[in-house]
């Protein structure tokens, strides 16, 4: 009799645990967890059937890899709330985010994760506008496949709370041309507007959140064509190559004015009188790949030599040169190509873009760094002739002042040469320009070394004399430089003694 009642109970058991909830074929195994063990009768329901929209991956798989499953994290009803369910209860099918609130507190995960949407605490990152809006940055049903992609994002320029682009402590309302490339907000009302609207966002600070690149937690990449209008304030005829993927980047990367900003300025703009400084602000590598940010000569060409590819670099995956060199590594969202030491010195090359098409090896991290000296030293030869003339660089804005380190006040008069002729104050303000956008661009020496030499060479030659005469290798010797910084320069420049403009 009890091997009678033994075996009726677990042909009843072998029976629910096939059959599951309601069908006639569903299996509920033992994932090994509690919240596995708490979520089987809604897999065995569920699991076959649905398919996230935003993924395209079925649901049941993603919460297994999760830590919601494997660290007993949370199961199915602890966020979707059964209420009776199946027999004829409800379910909450879509939770609201607050429901992430009720275990992600700031004690639970023992850090504020500049993603804490209370308002207790400043700097407050994941800004108001993402407030419980976990799936920003976080698929629901699977919080680990990404976490690495998410630990890198934080280590980026992009994601870095302490960075000044984003701890500014702005008046958003009387600087919003600042927030469509200083906050996710303003940048994605900028783009989804097709660059024409600039935000009246009066937010609090934010990075540059997943929701900057990304529509959603399906990891696309946001929609954004050509930049044929980067708003600089006084000219808007510069026009980008649509640079697929990288147009995302592009959108902020090619300075806040150009040199054709100066070169086409209104006629109010006083080059024979007083006229402030027309900054290129920072990290304009996107207009230097494009050889289409500085201040150019005029007479002189810019045109990238035939062998020039790096413009091309990741067009063929639609990709562009910026996504198809900065995350071609293995910690992509930290979009750094190049490793450095804490000197700042290259110690390698992470990006696999390089290797494509200098070779595997190449170029070494020796050679980037003679690159990188070559135009420090030549910069500092362009800053030595400046000085001669007054204007003296100093790293805070307006940058160019009248006495060395930021004393007297800003460079207002640039006609250093023929005040009363109005281009020689262009062409001073211009050189100033492009000194200003080499320096506050950390890879020039790599985007586009043929475009950034011209810039530096011609600006030199013009300000030692107010004429271009190619006399730069006598302007480099007659400066204050050391002997070893003039050699350097001059190799870099001119490539050798006595050689000619690059």
């Not at 919460?63 to 966020?79: F, M, P, V, Y």
């Not at 879509?94 to 992600?104: I, L, W």
């Not at 996710?184 to 600070?205: K, P, Q």
């Not at 804490?342 to 050679?367: D, I, Q, R």
Request: hydrophobic fraction near 30%.
């Amino acid at each position: 009799m009890m091997k009678s009642r033994l075996s009726m109970y677990w042909l009843v058991v072998s029976f629910l645990a096939i059959a599951g909830c309601g069908s006639d074929n569903r299996e509920v195994g033992d994932g090994g967890t509690e919240s596995f063990r708490a979520s089987a009768a809604c897999i065995g329901c569920h699991g076959n059937n649905k398919i996230s929209p935003v993924t395209g991956v079925q649901i049941a798989d993603e919460w297994r890899a999760s830590a919601h499953n494997t660290k007993n994290g949370a199961s199915c009803a602890d966020c979707h709330k059964p209420m009776g369910h199946p027999n004829g209860g409800t379910i909450t099918n879509n939770p609201n985010d607050t429901v992430c609130a009720e275990c992600h507190t700031v004690t639970s995960l023992g850090t504020p994760h500049f993603s804490t949407f209370t308002t207790a605490r400043q700097p407050q990152f994941v800004s108001a506008q993402d407030a419980q809006q976990c799936r920003v940055c976080h698929n629901p049903h699977d919080t680990s496949s990404v976490i690495q992609v998410n630990r890198d994002f934080t280590d980026s320029g992009h994601g870095d709370i302490n960075s000044p682009a984003f701890t500014d402590n702005v008046n958003w309302p009387t600087r919003n041309p600042c927030v469509r490339c200083h906050t996710s907000t303003g940048y994605v009302t900028y783009v989804n507007s097709g660059g024409v609207t600039i935000s009246t966002f009066t937010g609090r600070n934010e990075i540059l959140g997943c929701k900057t690149c990304h529509t959603d937690y399906s990891w696309e990449r946001r929609p954004v064509g050509a930049v044929t209008n980067p708003r600089y304030a006084n000219v808007t005829s510069i026009h980008y190559p649509d640079a697929r993927e990288s147009n995302i980047c592009l959108t902020c990367h090619v300075g806040r004015e150009a040199g054709a900003s100066i070169r086409q300025s209104p006629g109010f703009l006083n080059f024979t009188g007083t006229t402030n400084f027309i900054n290129s602000h920072y990290l304009t590598a996107g207009g230097i790949i494009y050889a289409a940010s500085g201040y150019e000569y005029a007479g002189r060409s810019y045109n990238n030599p035939p062998f020039y590819q790096h413009d091309q670099v990741g067009m063929t995956t639609g990709d562009g040169p910026c996504v198809g060199c900065h995350m071609k590594t293995t910690t992509s969202h930290e979009f750094l190509p190049v490793q450095k030491d804490a000197n700042g010195v290259v110690t390698s090359v992470l990006s696999t873009a390089c290797a494509e098409c200098h070779g595997a090896g190449n170029p070494t991290p020796a050679e980037l760094e003679s690159e990188k000296a070559g135009l420090a030293a030549a910069t500092e030869a362009l800053k030595a002739r400046l000085a001669v003339l007054n204007i003296h660089f100093f790293d805070s804005n307006p940058y160019f002042f009248t006495q060395p380190n930021g004393a007297g006040t800003r460079v207002t008069k640039w006609a250093k040469f023929s005040p009363a002729n109005f281009d020689t104050g262009r062409n001073t303000m211009g050189a100033a320009f492009n000194l200003n956008m080499v320096l506050h661009d950390p890879g020039a020496y790599a985007h586009n070394r043929f475009y950034i030499k011209r810039l530096i060479y011609d600006s030199l030659d013009w300000s030692n004399n107010g004429i271009l005469d190619n006399d730069v290798e006598a302007a480099i010797n007659a400066s204050s430089l050391t002997a070893a910084q003039k050699t350097a320069a001059i190799n870099y420049l001119l490539s050798a003694p006595g050689g000619s403009r690059p």
